[in-house]
């Protein structure tokens, strides 16, 4: 296997393959990762931290509690035992040394002067104490406090006198907090130790988990190079989750679309072969049979090279709107957008083909209801309305007529072309803006028509977000409706 200089490849028995590259520091895996290990421990942490501490605080205040109790009890004995006025007590000095004993502290009895008059380590007696604590306990207060940094407790308690009921010193007594600082310790080893296995068990579980989520997205890259590879009969069916499946779903419309797309663009150039290739097999026909005959007439060639000319003509008629569509085929920022008004531009229109229309004798009348201006690619429209008003003259009865109407509203500007003519079948009427599509192919033929004038009128006014629509009965004429937005939306 060959490994990439500066990258880290793990492999495990299973499926696992890592690589932890910069590649890896920005994949989903390595988020989906992150995430779960957070997510598992910084709980786990807070958990740790709060059981130390709910432990600390527990454990100190029953230690204070226990020796206050016990300070309470042997300031009473104290009392009785008038022990500040003589410390001779066998029994109290005993209970001092048992209590010091037990809680590893140090006590000391204060007299009202604030003068040490007895210490367990001997070595403050006859000392002043102006603390806060013994102070506030003259008043009758017992006070407790905990120190963490040096490990103690300090408790006091007031020493009544005899009968008087007088306060006649004070009982301080400290005790040390290292059983709870070792209780604590043992509790952060262990507590630690758990923490350590939930990290690497997280850790092993999110690899697992990332793995599982990413698994149906890699299969889904693969699947789509397989396909731009050129297996376009490969369609994804990744159902791991609803949104792989969503996923694999969309793409395979898409796929049929490009399918779809690419079957159009095989048929147009076959159209496009075919139909530049008539007028060429007419012309080569045309010479070859005055090639083949010797002294030909003179008036014979003439009639073939008038002939061959129609045939030329007519290949240059589809080369032009070839030209015109592929052109029209392009995207909306070609569009050269002008503000035009749109009556002179179906009137001049109208004057440009009122011969063909003179030809077969056809009325072809314009009526604008209003003045309007619009938003406009001039030489694309005009070229839209040309083709349905010379259609419209084109598949008209000798004597016929063509209205050509003009509207607006504050949105859009509305064009009617309507004619008297043979009418378009019901059954053809959803493909005759299909390109080289032709209800009657001779007659269109015999007309000039190449089967592209309705195509190119359809995308001119689909590049200016306007709709056509035809109305048609066989017969009886045909009515094309064009709506533009009068101001051009990008
Ligand atoms: P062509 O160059 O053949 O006219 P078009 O794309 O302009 O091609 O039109 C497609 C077909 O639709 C025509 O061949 C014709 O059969 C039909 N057609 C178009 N306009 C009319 C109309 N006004 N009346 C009747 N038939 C029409």
Request: aromatic fraction near 8%.
């Amino acid at each position: 296997m060959y490994i990439q200089s500066g990258e880290l490849v793990i492999i495990s028995k299973g499926n696992f393959h890592f690589r932890f590259n910069g590649k890896f520091l920005k994949s989903l895996r390595f988020c989906i990762i992150l995430l779960l290990l957070l997510v598992s421990i910084i709980p786990c942490f807070a958990a740790y931290n709060g059981i130390i501490k709910a432990y600390e605080s527990r454990a100190v205040s029953v230690r204070t509690a226990e020796i206050q109790n016990q300070c309470t009890i042997l300031s009473n004995q104290l009392n009785s035992y008038n022990y500040l006025s003589d410390m001779s007590s066998e029994v109290i000095n005993a209970s001092l040394t048992q209590l010091t004993n037990i809680y590893n502290g140090r006590v000391m009895i204060i007299d009202k002067n604030l003068q040490v008059v007895k210490d367990t380590y001997s070595l403050d007696e006859g000392k002043t104490i102006v603390s806060e604590d013994v102070v506030r306990c003259m008043q009758g207060k017992s006070t407790n406090y905990y120190d963490k940094q040096n490990r103690y407790i300090a408790v006091t308690s007031p020493i009544m006198e005899g009968e008087t009921g007088r306060i006649a010193g004070v009982m301080l007594a400290s005790v040390s907090t290292d059983s709870i600082v070792d209780n604590i310790n043992i509790l952060k080893t262990k507590g630690g130790m758990i923490v350590g296995i939930v990290i690497i068990l997280m850790l092993v579980i999110s690899f697992f988990i990332a793995d599982r989520i990413v698994k149906p997205l890699k299969k889904i890259t693969e699947s789509i190079e397989d396909v731009s590879e050129g297996y376009d009969d490969e369609v994804l069916h990744v159902n791991t989750f609803t949104e792989t499946r969503l996923l694999s779903e969309a793409f395979n419309k898409m796929l049929g679309r490009l399918k779809q797309l690419d079957k159009s663009r095989e048929e147009f150039v076959s159209n496009v072969s075919h139909e530049l290739k008539t007028p060429l097999t007419s012309m080569k026909v045309l010479a070859d049979s005055l090639l083949a005959q010797d002294n030909v007439p003179i008036e014979l060639y003439q009639e073939f090279m008038g002939d061959i000319a129609k045939e030329i003509d007519r290949e240059n008629d589809i080369i032009t709107d070839l030209l015109s569509l592929v052109k029209m085929d392009k995207t909306a920022k070609d569009l050269n957008i002008k503000t035009i008004n749109i009556n002179e531009l179906l009137e001049l229109i109208l004057k440009r083909l009122k011969p063909i229309a003179e030809m077969k004798n056809v009325e072809v009348v314009l009526e604008s209801f209003r003045p309007v201006s619009a938003e406009i690619d001039e030489v694309k429209l005009t070229l839209a309305f040309s083709n349905l008003v010379e259609n419209a003259i084109k598949y008209n009865h000798k004597d016929g007529w063509v209205h050509v109407s003009l509207n607006a509203d504050h949105k859009y500007f509305y064009v009617k072309v309507a004619d008297s003519g043979i009418g378009i079948p019901e059954e053809d009427q959803a493909n005759i803006f299909e390109r080289f599509y032709r209800v009657d192919k001779s007659h269109s033929r015999e007309m000039g028509g190449t089967g592209l004038g309705l195509a190119i009128a359809r995308n001119a006014v689909i590049v200016h977000r306007g709709s056509i629509k035809v109305y048609s009965s066989e017969g009886e004429g045909t009515t094309f409706t064009v709506r533009i937005p009068l101001t051009y939306v990008a």
